[in-house]
């Protein structure tokens, strides 16, 4: 079964440096997705992207955050400059064109900002 | 997208049918229902969705009633790994509308 891979699955980072998340959604989706959970927390959306540009981003997605999609197979979530809040599970997701299918999520990046 | 509301928590004995409800009285007509589920601090899995009709597939049956205002999700032999976070999730069927995580309901299976 196609499946979303994410990488690293653990990244701890000092706070002010930036970090990069790496996704490799599944590959003949178009929509693309990023989500935060802070532990013990319900799962945040953050930004989806379509065709090569965000379709929508939420309060949370400030200008410290910034999605790519470099080479038509990848899908990164930059952090600038990491603050202690930042530290959560990042996950990816993706999917098809059907008005009602289903995302696919990664397993996640662990993100420790100290 | 319209708010849905689940019970905080719920336990069911394995290998018995887990019944979880999920009320979205105001549900529109374009807005499908759909179900992920969260094990641990894994992502979320996708279980089932649909938008009128009663759904089944290899995972679970959705239940919709006919008025939409609630659903059930039912998982036929409950397993220990089905212990979990199951999110009810209201969303219009636009292809790139993002999934609103509620608190969802959690799970847990016993012996």
């Known amino acids: 079964e196609p499946e979303v891979t994410q990488t690293p699955s653990h990244q701890v980072t000092q706070m002010g440096q930036e970090v990069i998340l790496r996704c490799v959604p599944i590959?003949?989706?178009?929509?693309f997705y990023w989500y935060r959970q802070i532990l013990g927390q319900k799962v945040e959306f953050l930004v989806s992207?379509?065709?090569?540009?965000?379709?929508?981003k939420s309060e949370i997605f400030d200008d410290q955050f910034s999605v790519e999609r470099p080479d038509g197979s990848n899908f990164t979530l930059k952090i600038r400059s990491t603050k202690l809040e930042d530290s959560a599970m990042y996950f990816c997701?993706?999917?098809?064109?059907?008005?009602?299918?289903?995302?696919?999520f990664g397993s996640g990046t662990r993100l420790t900002v100290v | 997208d319209a708010k849905t509301t689940q019970p905080t928590s719920m336990d069911c004995a394995e290998g018995r049918a887990a019944n979880l409800p999920c009320n979205h009285s105001?549900?529109?007509?374009?807005?499908?229902v759909y179900w992920y589920r969260q094990i641990h601090s894994q992502g979320p899995q996708y279980i089932i969705h649909?938008?009128?009709n009663n759904e089944t597939n290899e995972m679970a049956s959705l239940i919709i009633t006919e008025d939409r205002k609630s659903s059930t999700l039912i998982l036929p032999h409950a397993t220990l790994r089905d212990t979990a976070v199951y999110y009810c999730?209201?969303?219009?069927?636009?292809?790139?509308?993002?999934?609103?995580f509620g608190g969802g309901t959690r799970v847990l299976v016993k012996p």
């Open positions: 997701a993706s999917r098809g064109d059907s008005d009602s299918g289903g995302y696919t």
């Open positions: 590959s003949n989706h178009l929509y």
């Open positions: 992207f379509y065709n090569n540009e965000i379709s929508e």
């Open positions: 105001t549900i529109s007509g374009n807005e499908y």
């Open positions: 649909g938008l009128k």
């Open positions: 999730i209201v969303r219009v069927g636009a292809a790139g509308n993002k999934l609103t």
